[in-house]
Nanobody, 127 residues
């Protein structure tokens, strides 16, 4: 069983920055592919960013490319999402997720490919 705990959300003005963290329990974190998803009120959960177990491969949804950076520190069992140039449309509850398929070395973009989820952290961007 893997437990994921997100932190770092909050209220920020448009153009500002936030860094989300996701701390994972367990001794095999370095075999999981990790991802960040978000869900705004009244909308479906959407993919934001993903990273392979090694950190060598990353992928972003088009709307955050060039603004968000996903990274991981396997020694600390933690994955990060650095968010710059935030926009009001980035307002959502942000979730991290872990995929047991990570041993393949790939990253994953679909929610169904993830096995464990955190409880979420709220990000609100004011205009």
């Amino acid at each position: 069983q893997v437990q994921l705990v997100e932190s770092g959300g909050g209220l920020v003005q448009a153009g500002g920055s936030l860094t989300l963290s996701c701390a994972a329990s367990g001794r095999t974190f370095n075999t999981y592919a990790m991802g960040w998803f978000r869900q705004a009120p009244g909308k479906e959960r959407e993919f934001v960013a993903a990273i392979s177990w090694s950190g060598g491969s990353t992928y972003y949804t088009d709307s955050v490319k060039g603004r968000f950076t996903i990274s991981r520190d396997n020694a600390k069992n933690t994955v990060y999402l650095q968010m710059n140039s935030l926009k009001p449309e980035d307002t959502a509850n942000y979730y991290c997720a872990a995929s047991l398929l990570g041993y393949t070395g790939a990253y994953y973009t679909r929610a169904a490919e993830y096995d464990y989820w955190g409880q979420g952290t709220q990000v609100t961007v004011s205009s």
